[in-house]
């Protein structure tokens, strides 16, 4: 496993992405000090990684202001604080598949997180457990709607075709039916801007 995540380090410097290493929960907390300032402000998409990584409270015992979603008392405000942090100074996000090539792949129902990590925000922090690890983009694609997408349908518990059965069935998944929640796809390559983009890479199995 160590030679993999070598290798997957390397691949992410050559897409101009800083890939870290954490073995543990406390070089977790650490990287995630150093990527984050104190003081900075920073949005979060909704992610069981970030959770069981109690991510929110991390930064806000730092001082760091949080664009949470999850707090907003109405639909409106709630839409209003996940453009907030699309566009903060950090963004957050977790992926549902990262191919060992280095590829990382990210579905989002509104497009704020998609927006996040791909430009609004000045810099992006993803996070990820090992066991989001697979060998190619095109098995990251398939993990991503194959099995991560049905099952965070199931626990947030929207109204999609996989719920049931956790099949994708894309060409009927439409809204008045469906409540689509990949609507957006997007395929992180690499990043354009230097010092942009960090990927913290947890030795543990996290999220879906
Ligand atoms: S397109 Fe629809 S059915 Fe397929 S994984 Fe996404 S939400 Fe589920």
């Known amino acids: 496993m160590q030679e993999r995540i070598a290798c997957l380090i390397a691949h992410w410097q050559k897409r101009n992405i800083t890939g870290i290493y954490c073995p543990d929960r406390a070089a977790f907390e650490q990287a995630l000090s150093e990527a984050v300032p104190a003081g900075a402000h920073a949005g979060i998409s909704g992610s069981v990684t970030l959770q069981q990584l109690d991510v929110v409270r991390g930064l806000q015992s730092r001082g760091v202001h949080v664009f949470d ?11 209003a604080v996940r453009r907030q942090g699309a566009q903060a100074d950090y963004y957050l996000a977790s992926p549902n598949a990262v191919a060992e090539s280095g590829e990382m792949v990210f579905l989002s129902a509104y497009g704020n997180r998609t927006a996040g990590i791909s430009y609004a925000a000045k810099k992006t922090v993803i996070i ?21 997408t049905p099952l965070n349908c199931k626990r947030l518990s929207w109204n999609t075709p996989c719920f049931s059965d956790g099949i994708c069935r894309e060409s009927v998944c439409f809204l008045p039916e469906y409540k689509r929640m990949c609507c957006q796809v997007l395929i992180l390559e690499a990043e354009a801007v230097k010092g942009r983009m960090t990927v913290i890479l947890v030795d543990e199995t996290l999220g879906f």
């Open 128 to 148: 990820t457990g090992v066991n989001k690890l697979v060998p190619t983009l095109q098995e990251a694609l398939q993990r991503a709607r194959g099995y991560a």
């Open 69 to 79: 979603p999850a707090k907003a008392a109405s639909r409106e405000e709630n839409l």
